[in-house]
């Protein structure tokens, strides 16, 4: 057993509804126990078997832009003291956040490089990840990230060399996302972000091309964006469509699994992904899936979805007709799906995270 406080986690971004990155970290640590980490966590009373160093509980996503704030601020200023008051000999951050500048050796992982893909004019995002970030890179010990895909971006974006980056794969929540054997709908499905990179224009233009296109509709879940979500109303709209797509906004965890045994398929035209998960989710529940054939998107899918280029919307709309048309194909997606979504584990992702922070303790 490795000594108490030589390993300690940054889980500063915890809290009661984790999305995303912090969903990670939640799923991650507790097969890091092996190496006896002292917890960084405002939730202290959450993890009663790990030894716990209480941090401040203002530091999470829930906070919005000030709670990221104060945490860059807290991970520069305070957590080198923490560090050295605890004699720790390394520091493992599941978002790649770390104190610049100091004698804190640490490992980060990396998600994707879309804010320099798709950059923003005046975006903070478009700002951390191109002065923050390859700071944070070039001074771990080690970076760990979620794809292939996601390795290969840093390298090119920051000139990092490859034998520092370990690809380890995210996981789905298997006791949630299953196969219900539930009668199917009449609906497509994505679920995700508005943001342009995630090419819902394509997708509708695409949805309004299928031949008996009034059999069928098209489940939009995600928050409304007021940046993106109007002009997406006005294209539906002006393809007199309105009739057939639905907003659904946000939909809650409980609910998802129901929504896409039901789907006819999942579809996923994302122009970019660190990983994708809800490709892997749909996959879990035995739902067709048709998504891009770049970024990690084919790392995740397989043999077992329609790759698509995502630029081309007759590929797109295709392969949704191919779906509708082919109980074949569908039966053969439904198998390959939930043989490929067992590939996936939060205990082979947590070994191996284990195994690359030891090589550095």
């Not at 520069?76 to 050295?84: G, H």
């Not at 520091?91 to 990396?110: C, D, G, Q």
């Not at 509708?204 to 296109?213: M, Q």
Request: net charge neutral.
């Amino acid at each position: 057993m490795i000594d108490s406080n030589q390993l300690i986690i940054n889980l500063s971004i915890l809290f009661s509804q984790p999305t995303g990155i912090s969903n990670y970290a939640k799923n991650l640590f507790p097969y890091l126990k092996s190496l006896n980490p002292t917890l960084l966590t405002a939730t202290a009373q959450n993890h009663p078997d790990f030894n716990c160093y209480p941090v401040p509980n203002n530091l999470t996503p829930a906070d919005g832009t000030k709670g990221h704030l104060r945490r860059l601020l807290w991970t520069q200023f305070q957590l080198p003291k923490i560090y050295q008051n605890l004699k720790s000999k390394l520091l493992f951050s599941p978002i790649p956040e770390a104190p610049l500048y100091t004698n804190s050796r640490f490992i980060v992982t990396a998600f994707d490089m879309i804010p320099l893909r798709f950059p923003k004019r005046f975006s903070p995002l478009t700002t951390y990840h191109k002065y923050y970030t390859p700071e944070v890179f070039k001074q771990a010990e080690h970076i760990i990230c979620i794809s292939e895909s996601t390795a290969k971006d840093i390298t090119q974006f920051y000139q990092i060399p490859s034998n520092k980056i370990t690809p380890i794969s995210l996981a789905g929540d298997r006791s949630h996302f299953q196969f219900l054997n539930l009668p199917t709908s009449n609906y497509f499905f994505y679920i995700g972000r508005q943001d342009p990179y995630k090419n819902l224009q394509r997708l509708i233009t695409a949805f309004s091309a299928l031949t008996h296109r009034n059999d069928y509709e098209l489940w939009l879940a995600g928050p409304y964006d007021q940046r993106y979500s109007p002009l997406l109303e006005i294209q539906i709209q002006e393809l007199g469509i309105n009739h057939l797509v639905k907003f659904l906004n946000y939909v809650s965890y409980d609910e998802l699994p129901i929504i896409i045994n039901q789907a006819i398929a999942l579809v996923f035209p994302s122009l970019w992904e660190g990983f994708g998960l809800p490709v892997l989710e749909a996959m879990a529940c035995g739902t067709p899936v048709i998504t891009s054939n770049i970024s990690s998107l084919p790392e995740v899918a397989g043999d077992a979805a329609i790759l698509i280029n995502p630029y081309n919307i007759g590929e797109i709309t295709a392969a949704m007709q191919t779906i509708v048309n082919d109980s074949e194909t569908r039966k053969q997606l439904l198998e390959k799906g939930l043989k490929r979504a067992n590939q996936f584990s939060w205990e082979k992702t947590g070994l191996a995270t284990v195994e690359v922070l030891k090589q550095y303790l």
